[in-house]
Every structure is written in structure tokens, then in C-alpha cells.
């Protein structure tokens, strides 16, 4: 067991104000490079670049926080280079703060693993085929190289819906060890929040456990992670809703890999504050932009002579009229969409704001004591006022924090 007293914190958190009816928490998170407000949405620059964005654009935006990708910057451009640069920070003009994640999921989702053992993971270079090995040490290594301000341990990743109960339970126990090397390697502690990430599938009682023994740790903040990988998302609100019933309230809780709107806002009535996805920028370079009223895609022959902003009433710099503003039409992101890069870029700048401003909506929400009339009002929006078309998993999850969607 390592002691609390050995893992010192770059962080402050202050909670500002709780929901009286759910478990959504409004707080101030001091990061090393200025506050973020929570809850909050990172943006996914995976390999120092937000696709399409230009660090300024994305600064414009609101952002305060986005997450890289150390397994990408890890082969290119490479710790030798990020150290001389000075970190992730330098290389993409970025003065405001970073996440990174620990390469460990890269190595599930984009590869064919040769092997994962307790020394780490084996697989084979995608560049030039050669063996290679990511072990604790190493990630924490990379994550000191890039220089972010949050950084991940490496956690053995297992997709929640493996039938395998041994393997799940081998991955929960050995995140947990695979904790104690990050700790013991992380040379900047007090310039770096190293966050735990709590696994165990869809087995709530392995979830209980490992929150035991990662909260034991007593690391600067808190991640529930292996989730967004083809469960139900019934279960995935059950392991979110046990997960941050025993998790410290005065640190910060991050659900790794969450960008659908439905979800972040039933996961912050669950008790999450932090998220993260490359859908809102993934879908934007194909023709959709997200708005209250559900998914646009811009690329139909229908907005061809639509004259209207992307989303009325949007603070985007593409939806909003006057000086310095673009005011562009559907009509015109309809006419980019398919055959220029412009297009991909207006709707990223406009999905990365919707995002950002939802979650913002949220905090005021709950600042201000009204946040179940918030999420009565946000799936109304959505779905047209029809509850017939409510998701069932947000409908239950909701009703065990005291909110029913159904009511009148």
C-alpha cells in the first residue's frame, strides 16, 4: 500500500454547490495552468491537434482543458523531441491545461496485442512492425515528457462486455498494482496530477472493490474508466452511479470516453464531473452538427436553400452575426460539407461550442438549485416533447436520483 502522505497534488477542488435532488456537483478545479469550471467537457486533441482547429479557434471556444494522446505522441513526434521542445504545451501552442491518458487503450482499440503481461503491454510498432513494450514506467515517463497537467496511470484495459470474469477480474486487481509503479515513477508530482482509474467491467462488486483500494491511494483525482465500450447503457449507469457513491467528495471524478449529450447530462446527475469524446469532432467531418434539437446532417439536400444559422440562438462564432463574428448559413456549410475542408472545420467550431456551453448550462443549472427542470427541459428539447421517444436507460437511471422524466 502506498502512503497518502507520498502522493502530493498540483490541484485544489472546491465544490461550489449541490443538486438537492441528484448527485450533480458544481465545483472549481485549480489546475496548474488556470481554473476549469465543473462539470466540464475536454475536447479530444489526440495528437496535440484539435482536427481542423487551430489552437487560438479552440481557446475561442471556451476551452480551458483538452486531452492528448500519449500513446500518439509517444511514436510521433517522441519523448526525445518533447523533451526538447518543453512538453506538449510548446509544441502546439497551448497555454492552458492538458490531459493525457496513458496509452493504454490505444493499445486494445488500434492494435493487435501480442501480449499483456504484469510487466506491461507487448505489441508490435504500427510503423515498422518491431516489437514494443508499454509498461507503468514507461507511460508515466512519456505523460512527464509531454508535460500535461493531469496525467493517467496505465491501467489494463478490458472491454466491459468480455464474458470472461477471470481475465476481468486479473485486469481490476492489476490496475491496481500497475497504480503503485505509476506512483512510485512520477518524477513531477507537485507540477502533475497523476488520476487513478478505477476498472472491474460490469461487475459492481469488483467496481466496490477497486474503488477501495484506488481511494486508498489518495491520488489527486479519480477516473472510472473502461466503460463506452458496447454496453448497455443501462449498465453503464448502474457502474457510474456505484462508482461515485464511494468515491471522496472533494475530488474530481472523470469518466473516461463520454461525449453523447444525453450522456454527460445523466452522468452528472449521477455524480460525474469530468468527460471526454471524439464524437463532437469525429461527426463534425461528416456533415453533422449538434444541436438541442438532436443531430443535423448538413450534407442532405434539404439545406441546400436554408438560409438559417447552423443553430439559432448559438454563441459559436459560425452561428452568431456581427463584427468578428461569421454568421454562415446551412446553406452554405451544406454547399463545403462534402468537397471542401471548410466544412469540417465550421461544424467542428460549432460542436466543440455546443459541447462546452451545454456543460456550462449545466453548472448554472445546478448553481442554482434547478437542475432537474434543466433535464426535464433538455430531453423535451431533443425529442420534440414526445416522451414516447425518451431512452429507457436515462428514464430509469434518472428516476434513482430523484428525477422522473415522465411527469407531467
Given at each position: 500500500?502506498?502512503?497518502?502522505a507520498?502522493?502530493?497534488?498540483?490541484?485544489?477542488?472546491?465544490l461550489i454547490?449541490?443538486?438537492?435532488t441528484?448527485?450533480?456537483?458544481?465545483?472549481?478545479?485549480?489546475?496548474?495552468?488556470?481554473p476549469?469550471?465543473?462539470?466540464?467537457?475536454?475536447?479530444?486533441?489526440?495528437?496535440?491537434?484539435?482536427?481542423?482547429?487551430?489552437?487560438?479557434?479552440?481557446?475561442?471556444?471556451?476551452?480551458?482543458?483538452?486531452?492528448?494522446?500519449?500513446?500518439?505522441?509517444?511514436?510521433?513526434?517522441?519523448?526525445?523531441?518533447?523533451?526538447?521542445?518543453?512538453g506538449?504545451?510548446?509544441?502546439q501552442?497551448w497555454?492552458?491545461?492538458?490531459?493525457?491518458?496513458?496509452?493504454?487503450?490505444?493499445?486494445?482499440?488500434l492494435?493487435?496485442?501480442?501480449?499483456?503481461?504484469?510487466?506491461?503491454?507487448?505489441?508490435?510498432?504500427p510503423?515498422d512492425?518491431?516489437?514494443m513494450?508499454?509498461?507503468?514506467?514507461h507511460s508515466?515517463?512519456?505523460q512527464?515528457?509531454?508535460?500535461?497537467?493531469?496525467?493517467?496511470?496505465?491501467?489494463?484495459?478490458?472491454?466491459?462486455?468480455?464474458?470472461?470474469?477471470?481475465?476481468?477480474?486479473?485486469?481490476?486487481?492489476?490496475?491496481?498494482?500497475?497504480?503503485?509503479r505509476?506512483?512510485?515513477?512520477?518524477?513531477?508530482?507537485?507540477?502533475q496530477?497523476?488520476?487513478?482509474i478505477?476498472?472491474?467491467?460490469?461487475?459492481?462488486?469488483?467496481?466496490?472493490?477497486?474503488?477501495?483500494?484506488?481511494?486508498?491511494?489518495?491520488?489527486?483525482?479519480?477516473?472510472?474508466g473502461?466503460?463506452?465500450?458496447?454496453?448497455?447503457?443501462?449498465?453503464y449507469?448502474?457502474?457510474?452511479?456505484?462508482?461515485?457513491s464511494?468515491?471522496?467528495?472533494?475530488?474530481?471524478?472523470?469518466v473516461?470516453?463520454?461525449?453523447?449529450p444525453?450522456?454527460?447530462v445523466v452522468?452528472?446527475?449521477?455524480?460525474a464531473d469530468?468527460?471526454?469524446?471524439?464524437?463532437?469532432?469525429?461527426?463534425?467531418r461528416?456533415?453533422?452538427?449538434?444541436?438541442?434539437y438532436?443531430?443535423?446532417?448538413?450534407?442532405h439536400?434539404?439545406?441546400?436553400?436554408?438560409?438559417?444559422?447552423?443553430?439559432?440562438?448559438?454563441?459559436?462564432?459560425?452561428?452568431?452575426?456581427?463584427?468578428?463574428s461569421?454568421?454562415?448559413?446551412?446553406?452554405?456549410?451544406?454547399?463545403?460539407?462534402?468537397?471542401?475542408?471548410?466544412?469540417?472545420?465550421?461544424?467542428?467550431i460549432?460542436?466543440?461550442?455546443?459541447?462546452?456551453?451545454?456543460?456550462?448550462?449545466?453548472?448554472?443549472a445546478?448553481m442554482?438549485?434547478?437542475?432537474?427542470?434543466?433535464?426535464?427541459?433538455?430531453?423535451?428539447?431533443?425529442?420534440?416533447?414526445?416522451?414516447?421517444?425518451?431512452?429507457?436507460?436515462?428514464?430509469?437511471?434518472?428516476l434513482?436520483?430523484?428525477v422522473?422524466?415522465?411527469?407531467?
Amino acid at each position: 500500500m502506498v502512503s497518502p502522505a507520498s502522493m502530493p497534488s498540483a490541484l485544489t477542488f472546491e465544490l461550489i454547490a449541490r443538486c438537492s435532488t441528484t448527485k450533480a456537483r458544481a465545483a472549481l478545479l485549480e489546475l496548474p495552468r488556470g481554473p476549469v469550471q465543473l462539470p466540464l467537457f475536454m475536447p479530444v486533441a489526440t495528437q496535440a491537434s484539435l482536427k481542423g482547429l487551430t489552437p487560438q479557434q479552440l481557446e475561442e471556444t471556451g476551452c480551458r482543458l483538452c486531452l492528448n494522446n500519449t500513446y500518439h505522441l509517444g511514436l510521433k513526434p517522441g519523448q526525445e523531441v518533447l523533451e526538447k521542445v518543453g512538453g506538449a504545451h510548446k509544441l502546439q501552442g497551448w497555454n492552458h491545461n492538458i490531459l493525457t491518458d496513458s496509452g493504454g487503450f490505444q493499445m486494445v482499440s488500434l492494435l493487435k496485442l501480442a501480449n499483456i503481461t504484469e510487466e506491461g503491454v507487448r505489441f508490435l510498432s504500427p510503423h515498422d512492425g518491431t516489437p514494443m513494450l508499454l509498461t507503468p514506467e514507461h507511460s508515466i515517463a512519456l505523460q512527464n515528457a509531454i508535460g500535461s497537467d493531469i496525467i493517467m496511470q496505465l491501467d489494463d484495459v478490458l472491454v466491459t462486455t468480455s464474458p470472461d470474469t477471470k481475465r476481468m477480474r486479473e485486469a481490476m486487481e492489476r490496475s491496481v498494482r500497475w497504480l503503485d509503479r505509476c506512483i512510485a515513477a512520477h518524477a513531477n508530482p507537485t507540477r502533475q496530477n497523476l488520476f487513478c482509474i478505477i476498472q472491474g467491467g460490469l461487475d459492481l462488486e469488483m467496481r466496490k472493490q477497486c474503488c477501495e483500494e484506488m481511494v486508498a491511494r489518495d491520488t489527486p483525482g479519480i477516473a472510472i474508466g473502461g466503460l463506452s465500450g458496447g454496453e448497455a447503457k443501462a449498465d453503464y449507469c448502474r457502474v457510474v452511479n456505484t462508482c461515485t457513491s464511494l468515491l471522496p467528495e472533494l475530488k474530481p471524478r472523470y469518466v473516461m470516453g463520454i461525449g453523447y449529450p444525453e450522456d454527460l447530462v445523466v452522468s452528472v446527475a449521477l455524480g460525474a464531473d469530468m468527460f471526454d469524446c471524439v464524437w463532437p469532432t469525429r461527426t463534425a467531418r461528416f456533415g453533422n452538427a449538434i444541436t438541442k434539437y438532436g443531430m443535423l446532417n448538413l450534407r442532405h439536400a434539404s439545406y441546400a436553400n436554408d438560409f438559417g444559422p447552423v443553430e439559432e440562438g448559438c454563441g459559436c462564432i459560425c452561428c452568431r452575426t456581427g463584427e468578428g463574428s461569421l454568421g454562415v448559413t446551412r446553406a452554405f456549410v451544406h454547399h463545403v460539407a462534402a468537397k471542401e475542408t471548410v466544412g469540417a472545420h465550421l461544424l467542428t467550431i460549432h460542436n466543440v461550442w455546443y459541447q462546452l456551453a451545454l456543460m456550462r448550462s449545466v453548472r448554472q443549472a445546478i448553481m442554482e438549485d434547478r437542475f432537474p427542470t434543466f433535464l426535464k427541459q433538455f430531453f423535451f428539447d431533443k425529442h420534440g416533447g414526445d416522451k414516447s421517444k425518451y431512452p429507457d436507460w436515462a428514464v430509469e437511471a434518472l428516476l434513482t436520483v430523484g428525477v422522473d422524466l415522465m411527469e407531467d
